[in-house]
Each structure stands twice: as C-alpha cells, then as structure tokens.
C-alpha cells in the first residue's frame, strides 16, 4: 500500500470519526436542552456561517498561495487588520451613502495592503528576511495601527456605525425554499470569496502558472533550469497572499458595519485560522474553503445558540473555533509541506 493510499485511508477514518462525533454532539443537543435540530441548524445560520467563513476563506487562499510557492506568510493576520482598518478608515472620510462606497472602502483596503505586501516581499525575497520573524512584525505593527489610527479618526478604539454590504436577492430564485434563500438572497461578497476559490483552484491546477508556483516551492532549481524565474513567481504569490488577507479584512469590515479594535481587534485571530484552513485543506483552495466554512459554522454557533436559549457561557462559546483549530492539528495529522518553504532561492546564473 502506497503512502498516499494509506494517508488517504487515514483521512477518511477521521473523517468518519468527525461524523460520529457530530451525530453525537446533535443528539446531545436534542436529549439535554430539548431543542430540535432544525432549530439550530437553520437556514439564518448557514447564511451567517458563509459570512462568518468568507474572511477566512480569502485570507487562506492567499497564504497557501504563498506557500506553494516557498514563502510562509505568517503576516496574514496583519494583513487582514491593515485591509479592515483601511476599510474603516475609507467609508468614515467619504461619508459612506451608498453600496458604491463600501465597494470604493473594499478597493481601498485591498491597494493598501498590496502597497504594504510589496515592502514585505522585498525583505523576505530579495534580502532575505526571517519569515516568521518578518511575519510577527506585520501582525505587532497591525494590532498597534490599526487602534492607533482609529483613535485618530473617532477618538475612540471603536469606529461609529458604517456602511455594510446589503444583501441581493435573485428575483424569483430567492423564493425557492431553503436553497433560494442561501444561494441567491446572498452578499454579494460571500459570491466573489465562491468566484476566487474556484479560480484559484484552476489556475493552480489546470494553467502553466499554476505549475510553476507549485515547482517554486517544490524544486526551484529545476523550474529555474527551464528559464522561468523563480523569485518573479514568488513575488507574484506573496503580493497576491497580502492582497488576499487584506480583502479579507475588509470584507470582515463590511459585514460587520463598525471597526472594533480592542483585543486582537475584530480580525479575533482570523488570519491564524486561515493558516490552519489551508493546511487542513492539504494546500488546495476548494478544501481550504471548506475548512473555512467549518470554522465559521463554529463561530456562529455562539449566535446560534442564544437564538434558541441555551445557556451555555458566552466567552466558552467564544472559544469554540480555536478548540476546533486545536483538534484539527491533532487528529488531522501532519501535512506535507512543500520542499522548500522558507529557504530563499539565488539563481545560478
């Protein structure tokens, strides 16, 4: 038996396992609180998980982007605050009135973080800088902006209310029970995360450039020897993986409508998460995804169940995301990593 038929074997066992473990979690729910199933898992709560996944899914496509390529971008986490305090920042000074505004917030945040992964790109590639060291300091530099500057602006590390992202209902479409409701009374920001998971999938998998970001990160000297440069691959991932988290952020920001940013901010350990969605989701954006969906139906469990009056501790509610990352990095087991991550590449030439 192969290596990867046995890994694949052992995937599904737990996957079994997690199914299990979810049928039994339903019928602790329905035997101890006396509440029905389909009082939970509604058709409210599958819109807010895809919501509440959305920011997560983004900023994972973008790190294992990154990573295919051979550079670790530990900074997602920072990116994403940089994307949601940019957002924040652009609809409070244009007076935000309309839909177009919250899309001019989203460019925004997305040309500030792009601005700020190049400097980025240049430390980790060209001069080399240590990655998680280089990363840390984006995420430090974030948590000490972002308050900073919404001071600036409110005085106060809490913006007012803002423009959000309305929802779009499909004339007709939207009537159909249960699915119409999901698919096509939708945000439109939860439809552009589906369009660039897919795309992404496709141009990883099924175009030449996507080859050569897979063999930057797996055997650079052998995609240099066919005249492609590596570095020029890896600059194009990395700027891509910031733009990612920082259209993440953003669409944190206009979901959410207000700025918070006490804490860890509102970005609450999001971009952590997205690296563990694409190392569950063994580097592929559709897996990604929807281990980003995992983890957003687990974060909206804590609405979910103040919904339907149980009683259960807010801040152990609170926690059930980050218990679910720590499970997944034990049961999931250990990732191939591609060969070389974090090793800085100098042509031969």
Request: proline fraction near 3%; charged fraction near 10%; hydrophobic fraction near 55%.
């Amino acid at each position: 038996m192969s290596l990867a038929t046995g890994t694949s074997r052992r995937r599904l066992r737990l996957g079994g396992l997690a199914l299990l473990a979810a049928v039994a979690l339903a019928a602790v729910l329905v035997v101890r609180f006396d509440v029905p199933l389909e009082r939970i898992f509604t058709v409210g709560f599958l819109n807010r998980t895809l919501m509440l996944a959305s920011p997560i899914a983004l900023a994972a496509v973008g790190g294992l982007y990154a990573e295919k390529s051979g550079v670790f971008n530990i900074g997602l986490e920072g990116f994403m605050i940089f994307g949601a305090i940019t957002a924040a920042a652009t609809l409070s000074l244009v007076g935000a009135s309309s839909q177009l505004h919250v899309w001019l917030a989203i460019v925004a945040a997305v040309g500030v973080s792009l601005a700020l992964t190049a400097g980025y790109a240049v430390l980790l590639i060209r001069y080399k800088a240590d990655q998680i060291v280089a990363g840390l300091a984006v995420w430090f530099i974030g948590l000490g902006f972002a308050p900073f500057l919404a001071s600036l602006l409110w005085g106060t590390v809490r913006s007012p209310g803002l423009a959000s992202m309305n929802r779009y209902s499909v004339p007709y479409l939207a009537e159909v029970p249960v699915v119409g409701s999901i698919l096509f009374n939708q945000s439109p920001l939860v439809v552009l995360t589906l369009v660039v998971v897919v795309a992404a999938w496709v141009v990883l998998y099924r175009t030449r450039y996507g080859y050569w970001i897979q063999a930057a990160g797996e055997n650079p000297t052998a995609l240099d020897t066919a005249g492609i440069d590596v570095n020029r691959v890896r600059y194009a991932t990395v700027l891509f993986s910031g733009a990612m988290a920082g259209l993440g952020g953003a669409v944190l920001l206009a979901h959410a409508g207000t700025f918070i940013g006490t804490g860890d901010t509102m970005v609450d350990g999001r971009g952590w998460i997205a690296i563990v969605a694409y190392l569950f989701g063994n580097y592929n954006p559709i897996g990604a995804a929807l281990a980003a969906l995992l983890f957003g139906g687990l974060e909206g469990l804590q609405v979910q169940f103040q919904t339907v009056d149980i009683a259960v501790s807010g801040r152990l509610m609170g926690l059930l995301p980050y218990v679910g990352v720590i499970v997944v990095l034990t049961v999931w087991g250990k990732t191939r990593m591609p060969s070389s991550v974090g090793e800085p590449y100098e042509s031969e030439e």
